[in-house]
Structure formats: C-alpha cells, structure tokens
C-alpha cells in the first residue's frame, strides 16, 4: 500500500505564495495520476488539480486556474502544488491523492492545513 504525506502548509497573508509537496512512500510499484484536493470548514471537498502519471497534462479547477501550478517528480515518488496569488477563499485543508489501481483516487494523505489571511 501507498502512504502520502502532504507538507508545506501555513498561514500566509492574501497574495503571498505557498509551496505544497506530497511524497510517497510504501509498496510503490510505478507512477501514477495524483491530485490535490481541499476542503474547508462546512463545506464539500473539492478537487483543485490533477496531473496525470507521466507528469504532464495538467488540469486545474476554474478556482484555481492561473495561479496555482500543479508539478510531479516521478523519479523521487514527489508532486508539488505551487500556490500563489492567494485568497482568503483559498483556505482549506489540502489533501493529494493517488490513483494506484486506474480505478479512482485510492490512496490519500491526512493533509496540510492552509490559512490566508486577509
């Protein structure tokens, strides 16, 4: 089984950056299609970006698009959620996710907290 653990979370004022990486560890066997979610209080999980097992094809949610940025280093079992222009709005947890099998996203952190302030 995968394990993923997400870091770089924090509190950071509105229009400052963060850098989210999540590292796999375990019984790795290959690559796979990873995602980053977020869910804030009260509200429904939401998915932000996925990229898939090659590190390419990127997609983004409309909420996020343009300026968060979504990367993967297959080599190193590491994926990054590069943030910037954040928002209050933006707060949330953030989990990633890894879809181990081809049959949906299987394997998930217990995420890193993000806070932006106004």
């Known amino acids: 089984q995968v394990q993923l653990a997400e870091s770089g979370g924090g509190l950071v004022q509105a229009g400052g950056s963060l850098r989210l990486s999540c590292a796999a560890s375990?019984?790795?066997?290959?690559?796979?299609?990873v995602a980053w979610f977020r869910q804030a209080p009260g509200k429904e999980r939401e998915l932000v970006a996925t990229?898939?097992?090659?590190?390419?094809?990127?997609w983004y949610s409309h909420s996020v698009k343009g300026r968060f940025t979504i990367s993967g280093d297959n080599a190193n079992h590491a994926w990054y959620l590069q943030m910037s222009s954040l928002k209050p709005e933006d707060t949330a947890r953030y989990y990633c996710?890894?879809?181990?099998?081809?049959?949906?996203?299987?394997?998930w952190g217990q995420g890193t907290q993000v806070t932006v302030s106004s």
């Open positions: 375990g019984r790795i066997f290959s690559s796979y299609d």
């Open positions: 996710a890894a879809n181990t099998y081809g049959v949906g996203y299987d394997s």
């Open positions: 990229i898939n097992w090659v590190g390419s094809d990127p």
